[in-house]
């Protein structure tokens, strides 16, 4: 089962400019994680967020997690072209020690 | 990543033989996982382990088969029953799910 759906499924910008994709989740988690994925490549771990944190931050990316709304965003500040991946959500529920991912943004960033 | 090697890369097989794809990892983490990606998809749960000679079904096991003789190796094998074998595996290691997973990078299966 899915755990996370990522919005939008796919986003196009320019150079430059800022990228924002979020993840909504259906039950209580411990933490939420982002990825990316580079086209036909294992995944890569950007960012991990407690549930009791509420914002984190790490070089260009900055994650928001509302626990309320069950949601939480990734912002790429100044994208590059080499920005261009899949970036996914995981969360994991606590219950058996698996993380389960979200269906995927897929980011173009154009030059 | 480094510290996980999938093997093959790339693996054809006929339909109704078994196959098995190989994870080792050097990273001494005890937690290894097995996750399915279809195009354009997500990532779906196979089988995981959290020990070794333990592990546990994931989501979408059935067709599937692990064992964990050692805490390197965590092989897939894909059996005739999995229906829709043709996929992207992706073997992942961790410390536990509070943790971020390394994976690898990853076997590509086409059945015919």
């Known amino acids: 089962s899915q755990q996370g759906e990522e919005d939008p499924q796919a986003l196009s910008i320019q150079e430059g400019e800022n990228a924002t994709m979020n993840c909504s989740y259906k039950t209580s988690i411990n933490n939420l994680q982002w990825y990316r994925q580079n086209s036909g490549r294992g995944l890569v771990h950007l960012i991990l967020?407690?549930?009791?944190?509420r914002e984190k931050h790490s070089g260009r990316l900055r994650v928001t997690l509302d626990t309320s709304k069950k949601s939480s965003s990734l912002l790429i500040t100044a994208s590059r072209a080499a920005d261009t991946a899949s970036y996914f959500c995981a969360t994991d529920t606590g219950g058996g020690n698996k993380l389960t991912f979200g269906t995927g943004t897929q980011l173009k960033v154009e030059l | 990543d480094g510290g996980i090697t999938q093997s093959p890369k790339y693996l054809f097989r006929k339909e109704g033989q078994n196959v098995t794809l190989s994870c080792e990892q050097n990273l001494n983490h005890d937690a290894m996982y097995w996750y399915r990606q279809d195009p354009g998809q997500g990532l779906r749960l196979i089988y995981y382990?959290?020990?070794?000679?333990?592990?546990q079904k994931g989501d979408i096991a059935e067709g599937y088969s692990v064992s964990r003789e050692k805490k390197e190796s965590f092989p897939l094998t894909v059996t005739s029953a999995q229906k829709n074998p043709t996929a992207f595996y992706l073997c992942?290691?961790?410390?536990?799910?509070?943790?971020?997973?390394?994976f690898g990078n990853g076997t590509r299966l086409t059945v015919t």
């Open positions: 992942a290691v961790g410390v536990d799910a509070n943790s971020p997973l390394h």
């Open positions: 382990s959290q020990i070794v000679n333990d592990f």
């Open positions: 967020i407690r549930s009791n944190e």
